[in-house]
């Protein structure tokens, strides 16, 4: 099965499911080996006090409300690191 609709939402931005009413910032992408996208909605509002957990949805429900409603701060410290070597083994 090949998927032609190419999605304009990426992370950061401000989506909503089109079904439930559920908005948040996309805060994760997921790709199945079958071609399904889904992206996960961190929702910014909080219910009686409590924050809500994110939910994952498939991208062809999701409308984009916002581009770029959230970019998170790149700290300098982060970023790749040497392979860790593995000993050798013993010898008998």
């Known amino acids: 099965m090949t998927r ?3 999605t304009t939402i990426e992370l950061g931005d401000a989506a909503k499911d ?3 009413g559920f908005s948040g910032i996309v ?3 997921a790709t199945y080996l079958n071609g399904c996208t889904r992206f996960l909605l961190e929702p910014r509002t909080l219910k009686d006090g ?3 957990g994110a ?3 498939d991208v062809e429900q999701l409308v984009k409300l ?3 409603g959230f970019r998170p701060q790149v700290s300098p410290s982060g970023g790749p690191r040497p392979a ?3 000993r050798m083994d013993p010898t008998r």
Do not use: D, L, R
């Open 66 to 68: 916002k581009s770029g």
């Open 4 to 6: 032609t609709k190419k």
């Open 18 to 20: 089109a079904i439930s």
């Open 27 to 29: 805060t994760g992408k």
């Open 55 to 57: 939910v994952w949805f």
């Open 50 to 52: 409590s924050q809500i």
């Open 84 to 86: 860790p070597t593995n």
